[in-house]
């Protein structure tokens, strides 16, 4: 177990319907990273919040928001699905914005959305 | 233009042979961050092995080292006395600054199998 918790594991849902992806990154981390890794793709970075703050937005279309809560746990909203947006879809955290940077992130296990 | 390049696909390697896995990146920044992540097919993401671009020495960690030639911008990953579970999917990641909070950047990967 990384820390990091992510649900659903699966979903599969229809197109034109909405989703939210949920994530609690593990204790003590600031900082919530979502990815798309679409079937045979890298992880493509969609967008980072540091304590409840949007700070970094990757390649991540209009039809998809997120948010970082209070909490620190974060959500990934994805609505008017099509077909492509059939991904596994990420969360990491880290500790936010400290020089001393030789771990990577820690990834949650993914949400595999399938939509149909 | 893609800042990290992974450029095999798909590798086959017999049980306890040495592997390579190759990795190119492009970067104007002097300060950054060099990564490699694992991917079984369960699909977490596992932290394997980090260097930094000040880092003199090349990193290690049990049978995984990486083989840093910074002119040439390259950041192989070897791994040595392959098993079969190193079977998985690796991917090559980049952070750019030295700042732990900065996103990171994935290739597209590169899929090992490792043959009894």
């Known amino acids: 177990d990384s820390g990091v918790t992510q649900t659903p594991k699966h979903l599969i849902t229809a197109t034109g319907q909405r989703v939210t992806l949920r994530c609690s990154p593990r204790?003590?981390?600031?900082?919530v990273y979502w990815y798309q890794q679409s079937l045979d793709q890298g992880l493509q970075f969609l967008i980072q919040?540091?304590?409840?703050?949007?700070?970094a937005k990757g390649n991540i279309l209009e039809r998809f928001s997120a948010q970082q809560f209070p909490d620190l746990h974060s959500e990934l909203n994805l609505s008017s699905l099509e077909l492509g947006d059939s991904a596994l879809y990420f969360c990491?955290?880290?500790?936010?914005?400290?020089?001393?940077?030789?771990?990577?992130?820690?990834f949650g296990s993914g949400t595999r959305l399938t939509v149909v | 233009a893609q800042k990290i390049t992974q450029t095999q696909p798909g590798m086959f390697v017999q049980e306890k042979e040495a592997v390579t896995l190759d990795c190119t990146y492009d970067t104007s920044d002097q300060s950054y961050g060099l990564f490699w992540y694992k991917q079984p097919s369960s699909g977490e993401m596992i932290f394997l092995i980090y260097?930094?671009?000040?880092?003199?020495q090349n990193a290690t960690e049990g049978r995984y080292s990486l083989n840093f030639q910074k002119a040439r911008k390259s950041a192989n990953l070897v791994i040595s006395a392959s098993q079969l579970g190193d079977s998985a999917m690796y991917f090559c990641?980049?952070?750019?600054?030295?700042?732990?909070?900065?996103?990171?950047?994935f290739g597209k990967g590169t899929r090992l199998h490792i043959l009894p």
């Open positions: 260097q930094g671009s000040y880092d003199e």
């Open positions: 919040y540091y304590n409840g703050e949007e700070r």
């Open positions: 990491a955290s880290s500790e936010g914005p400290l020089v001393g940077h030789k771990i990577g992130y820690t």
């Open positions: 990641a980049m952070r750019e600054g030295m700042n732990r909070d900065d996103k990171i950047i």
């Open positions: 204790s003590g981390d600031l900082s």
